[in-house]
């Protein structure tokens, strides 16, 4: 078993950002549905049943921002102006009020890809060991091998119930079906329950207090080799900013292909660690995202919180 050291146990506070999601998670599916209406606290407040001080405190504590400012932040009209000159670069502080970031909190990632033979042979002869945890994004499914973090995906205890925002070729996923969504990727893998394997990356993953360059996160990419490029890409995008598709196709030299960077963006394995959240449509509008278009937005979200910290 892969002997972890003392700070990559799971942080004590991971239950309590679960809960915090699920409040927000609401929030943020009535501001898709109802963003040309601002809507003001209190509706808020009588959609999750949370009094204003606690889903104040809440927000704040979860985002670093004010839910006005997080409703500002991810309404469709405000993303398309966060494209500035067409840069790829996400900008959210002269718009929501915020000070400049003082400093820039990223996720170190070491990688490495493991050799085409294994994905040619659909994960014949790995093991990869799985557990569901916590997160500040939904339950998190998080799949390991001895080397490293090789899959992360997301579940919700209802399961398909963002579709009917209209979001096409994303939705929500319970168990059963993330973790069919995700051993189908290397059907002859070997798959073993453990828990008490994945739990350290959760607490490493999802607290940035434990990123950490000296420590890094061991990554394995298991794709074809355009896939592994296109993924390598992405962990380029720094916290708090995004790259347009196309952005993302000219950095690796492919500036003809961004349609197939798309669909290799969109095959992901490793969500968050490997941030295809922070690939946006051109004209600066969230599209399409595996894991539902809501959780992207949280994503996004809370990174602008962190980096304003």
């Known amino acids: 078993m892969l002997a972890l050291s003392e700070n990559l146990q799971p942080s004590r506070d991971l239950n309590t950002a679960h809960e915090d999601y699920e409040i ?110 916590p997160s500040p994004f939904g339950e998190a499914l998080i799949m390991a091998t001895d080397r490293g973090l090789a899959g992360l995906a997301f579940a919700d205890e209802n399961g398909n119930d963002v579709r009917h925002l209209g979001e096409v070729g994303t939705g929500s996923f319970n168990r059963p079906q993330a973790l069919e969504d995700m051993t189908k990727r290397w059907p002859n893998a070997s798959y073993v329950e453990d828990n008490e394997f994945t739990a350290p990356y959760a607490g490493r993953i999802f607290d940035p207090a434990q990123w950490q360059a000296d420590q890094p996160l061991r990554v394995v990419l298991i794709g074809t080799d355009f896939q592994i490029r296109v993924w390598e890409g992405l962990l380029r995008i720094p916290v708090g900013k995004a790259t347009t598709y196309s952005g993302l196709a000219q950095s690796l030299d492919r500036p003809d292909a961004a349609r197939a960077v798309g669909t290799a963006v969109g095959r992901n394995p490793i969500s968050f660690v490997v941030p295809c959240h922070r690939v946006i449509g051109k004209s600066g509008q969230l599209t399409g995202y595996h894991w539902g278009l809501t959780r992207k937005r949280a994503m996004l979200g809370w990174e602008a919180g962190v980096t304003a910290a």
């Open 24 to 133: 927000v998670r609401s929030v943020l599916q009535h501001i898709t549905e109802n963003w040309r209406d601002q809507p003001e606290l209190d509706e808020l407040c009588k959609l999750t049943g949370v009094p204003p001080t606690r889903l104040q405190k809440t927000f704040t504590r979860w985002a670093g921002i004010s839910p006005k400012a997080f409703l500002q932040a991810v309404t469709l009209d405000h993303a398309k102006r966060l494209l500035e000159d067409g840069l790829p670069l996400l900008e959210t502080s002269f718009e929501l009020g915020l000070s400049s970031p003082g400093r820039l909190h990223d996720l170190f990632v070491t990688h490495e890809a493991m050799s085409p033979g294994v994905f040619k042979a659909k994960g014949a002869g790995l093991e990869i060991r799985y557990g569901f945890h």
